[in-house]
């Protein structure tokens, strides 16, 4: 009988993940870095437009748009007060068409299930975005069809 022993070389990664060689290791914590500085990078954008802009308490209340009467239950409502222009930038990185003042997002709930609850960028493929001049505009248009003007001011001004 001959002993054999064998003996071999493992690196293993910061997250405990294991590799056959060295260079595979150094890709992959390469990799795991980059992708943690987008995560920690969007979570920062995340975090300030959520504190300076979004208004939780207008949540799932729908704008009122002519060509949108009734809603899908899978439809959800975010409403967001842009007022500085590191909100208006990042809401216009994450959704497109932003604007100062409010805005009403329309989403499909699955689609921004990412960004709200996981915290992660949503791979959404349809929002709407209302700026509060055009949902003034349309109620307006909605009245006139019955033959009635209106006009609007914001209180207090």
Same mark, same amino acid.
């Given at each position: 009988?001959?002993?054999?022993?064998?003996? *071999?070389?493992?690196?293993? $990664?910061?997250? &405990?993940?294991?590799?056959? /060689?060295?260079? =595979? !290791?150094?890709?992959?914590? =390469?990799?795991? $870095? /980059?992708?943690? =500085?987008?995560?920690?990078?969007?979570?920062?954008?995340?975090?300030?437009?959520?504190?300076?802009?979004? @208004?939780?308490?207008?949540?799932? @209340?729908?704008?009122? /748009? !002519?060509?949108?009467?009734?809603?899908?239950?899978?439809?959800? #409502? @975010?409403?967001?007060?842009?007022?500085?222009?590191?909100?208006?930038?990042?809401?216009? =990185?994450?959704?497109?068409?932003?604007?100062?003042?409010?805005? !009403?997002? +329309?989403?499909? *709930? #699955?689609?921004?299930?990412?960004?709200?609850?996981?915290?992660?960028?949503?791979? *959404?493929?349809? /929002?709407?975005?209302?700026? #509060?001049?055009?949902?003034?505009?349309? @109620?307006? &248009? *909605?009245?006139?069809?019955? &033959?009635? +003007?209106?006009?609007?001011?914001?209180?207090?001004?």
């Amino acid at each position: 009988m001959i002993e054999v022993v064998k003996q *071999y070389v493992e690196y293993e $990664a910061d997250d &405990g993940r294991v590799f056959h /060689t060295k260079e =595979e !290791c150094m890709q992959y914590e =390469e990799r795991r $870095a /980059t992708e943690l =500085e987008k995560e920690n990078e969007f979570l920062e954008k995340y975090n300030y437009l959520m504190g300076n802009s979004w @208004i939780p308490s207008y949540d799932s @209340i729908p704008p009122h /748009t !002519c060509e949108n009467e009734t809603f899908s239950s899978d439809v959800g #409502f @975010i409403w967001f007060d842009i007022k500085d222009k590191k909100s208006y930038d990042i809401f216009e =990185e994450f959704f497109g068409d932003a604007e100062y003042g409010l805005i !009403c997002l +329309e989403h499909w *709930y #699955f689609e921004m299930e990412d960004l709200f609850y996981h915290k992660k960028f949503p791979k *959404y493929s349809e /929002t709407y975005v209302y700026s #509060f001049k055009n949902i003034l505009e349309s @109620i307006q &248009g *909605y009245l006139k069809q019955f &033959g009635y +003007e209106a006009s609007f001011s914001k209180v207090g001004e």
